[in-house]
């Protein structure tokens, strides 16, 4: 793709109606009347409340005659409790339709939201290692708008949301309850911090990585993680250091969205890690991922010589040997300022077993391309933790 391709307005239809370009936020009353949302919910989590984004989403919706409400009472890690109140404001507000924008934790909460609102069942039916329901439920519409390049969470209907009695990260999702629209604006990623520009962007190129690796014949899912993996390696070192490069933040706003087409085929031991991390320290997701990555790749790349030749390539990486492919991940790490170790963001050295007990049970441990007991994932985890890269 030219470069000046990637600032122009597109309309993709998989896996589900994707709105991509530079200030097609404007066009989201009409979007709204075209999916049949006349009283939108507005879901975004309490980082993001403040934002300038917010404020123009309200203003474009009010212009096109559409009354919206506001929720914004979600965690970093979204917990169960915060999702029955979404529920509560959605019901007194008599919405019809749910716009979930923001971060990833937005995009859980109001996914969360969408799947508990109206169909009469608890949140954990919907745990996506339980059978879906048998009848299918019913759901409001959705619509899903980043603002940030890592979660890939707006074509599907997963969320991860933190079971508060059990402290442990839970996947929920219905396959009948996909986003009615994706709106990728690579314009609402331009105000964010360079940190956040890291943190995130690190959580895309892990969903890649991860989803490549997951072992199975899924071309589809394979191609969007090389291409993924391409336009990040490209992009997001540029994007953390010139945070106004609307091709670098385009660039990461699809690469992002395609990383989370990829992992559709699985995850790895990284997620499995971080979400219980997260679940119990509230650290931000992508700067755990980002941690853990460089760790958990030497314990499952020896003998996958000819994946890690293909990840290299969509790279750019010259050293296509493990090491020093994972070499050379540590040092687009290290260029956007990562933490060397999860003791530096506060994760206490004593917690590595209880993690691995808990992480062994999470679903992307299930498609880790090599099989670890709770033992190996304990080492892992005190490795991410106290040894620097």
């Known amino acids: 793709m030219a470069e000046s391709e990637i600032l122009e307005p597109q309309n993709w239809t998989i896996p589900v109606p994707i709105a991509f370009g530079p200030g097609r936020l404007a066009e989201i009353g ?31 919706l009010a212009q096109s005659g559409l009354r919206s409400g506001l929720f914004w009472d979600i965690s970093p890690n979204p917990r169960d409790d915060e999702i029955g109140a979404g529920c509560a404001a959605f019901v007194a507000g008599d919405h019809d339709g749910i716009i979930a924008i923001g971060g990833g934790s937005a995009m859980d909460g109001g996914k969360a939201v969408c799947l508990t609102v109206k169909s009469g069942l608890d949140l954990w039916a919907f745990e996506y290692e339980k059978p879906a329901p048998d009848a299918a439920p019913e759901f409001p519409a959705l619509i899903t708008i980043p603002t940030t390049a890592g979660t890939g969470a707006e074509t599907e209907s997963t969320a991860m949301v933190t079971h508060i009695g059990k402290g442990m990260k839970f996947c929920i999702w219905h396959p009948k309850c996909k986003p009615a629209l994706a709106l990728l604006d690579p314009k609402l990623t331009l105000g ?33 993680a090389l291409e993924a993996l391409s336009l990040v390696a490209k992009s997001l070192p540029v994007a953390v250091r010139e945070p106004d490069n609307l091709e670098a933040r385009s660039g990461m706003l699809v690469g992002s969205c395609l990383a989370g087409i990829s992992f559709l085929k699985g995850l790895g031991l990284v997620h499995a890690i971080s979400h219980m991390v997260g679940a119990e320290y509230d650290t931000q997701h992508g700067l755990t991922n980002a941690i853990v990555l460089p760790v958990v790749l030497r314990f499952n790349l020896p003998g996958l010589d000819a994946k890690v030749i293909r990840m290299a390539e969509a790279m750019g990486i010259e050293d296509r040997t493990v090491e020093g492919f994972v070499r050379a991940v540590e040092s687009i790490l290290d260029e956007i300022e990562i933490p060397r170790s999860l003791g530096e963001i506060g994760v206490p050295t004593d917690c590595a077993g209880r993690i691995a007990r808990k992480a062994i049970q999470d679903s992307a441990a299930a498609t880790n391309p090599r099989r670890a007991s709770v033992a190996e994932i304990s080492s892992l985890v005190t490795k991410a933790i106290s040894q620097a890269r």
């Open 30 to 60: 009409d979007r709204c009347y075209g999916i049949g949302i006349q009283r939108p919910f507005i879901v975004t989590d309490r980082g993001s409340r403040g934002l300038p984004f917010i404020g123009q989403l309200q203003t474009y």
């Open 192 to 224: 964010l911090p360079p940190n956040l520009t890291a943190w995130t962007g690190a959580d895309a190129m892990t969903h890649a990585m991860e989803a490549f690796l997951v072992p199975g014949f899924h071309p589809l899912c394979d191609g969007a």
